[in-house]
């Protein structure tokens, strides 16, 4: 079964741009979330996707916004790009029935760069 | 929020066992033990987790002390390629999020 990916793998852009940021689940996953990793905060959670709508959410801005299409796959959005969100974003998987025990499952990653 | 205590850094020989331990004394009955590994620049791997059993897999074993107060997971034959930051999270088993705290840095030396 293939794993989570997440496109671009990597990706610079300017202050004040905004950027889009794309996560293809594992096959029968329908749970999506998000984490920002810096040297300074770790990883920390963005917010989580269940069947196309928002179900959770951490404590970051406004400028941060994500959607769940019916297929599962996810992006999320970061827009007027600040210096401070240069990190490496990873989107995670499960099935999200929370039911039963489940795992996450993370991608490779999009590393961020804010010039 | 971390509800973990994990020593910063460790070293260990190739070849030998890697011996992680984690302490997470204000665990409640019905939360799991998670360990993950990120190595460097890469999404955080899912290792192991467990409730009250020791558990093992085809890459580590996790030892689950029987207060649940702390837990110690093995990579019973430590290669290069495990060089990575491990991750010890405790979570309910339908928490929608993980808490990552600063893990352990474990160094596999030649």
């Known amino acids: 079964k293939a794993g989570v990916t997440q496109t671009p793998r990597y990706l610079i852009k300017t202050r004040g741009q905004q950027v889009t940021l794309s996560c293809s689940p594992i096959?029968?996953?329908?749970?999506v979330s998000w984490y920002q990793q810096t040297p300074g905060q770790g990883l920390q959670f963005l917010f989580e996707?269940?069947?196309?709508?928002?179900?959770n959410k951490g404590n970051f801005p406004g400028r941060f916004s994500g959607r769940q299409f019916s297929n599962s796959r996810s992006e999320m959005n970061v827009s007027t790009l600040e210096l401070g969100d240069s990190a490496l974003y990873l989107c995670?998987?499960?099935?999200?029935?929370?039911?039963?025990?489940?795992?996450?499952?993370f991608g490779p990653g999009t590393r961020l760069l804010v010039l | 929020d971390a509800k973990t205590t994990q020593p910063p850094s460790m070293d260990c020989a190739e070849g030998r066992a890697a011996n992680l331990p984690c302490n997470h004394s204000t665990i409640s009955g019905n939360e799991y033990v998670y360990w993950y590994r990120q190595i460097h620049s890469q999404g955080p791997q899912y290792i192991i987790h467990?409730?009250?059993n020791n558990e093992t897999n085809e890459m580590a074993s996790l030892i689950i002390t029987e207060d649940r107060k702390s837990s110690t997971l093995i990579l019973p034959h430590a290669t290069l390629r495990d060089t990575a930051v491990y991750y010890c999270?405790?979570?309910?088993?339908?928490?929608?999020?993980?808490?990552f705290g600063a893990g352990t840095t474990v160094t596999v030396r030649a």
């Open positions: 995670a998987s499960r099935l999200g029935d929370r039911v039963t025990q489940e795992t996450q499952y």
């Open positions: 996707y269940f069947s196309e709508t928002q179900r």
């Open positions: 467990g409730l009250k």
């Open positions: 096959s029968g996953h329908r749970s």
């Open positions: 999270i405790v979570s309910l088993y339908n928490d929608y999020k993980l808490s």
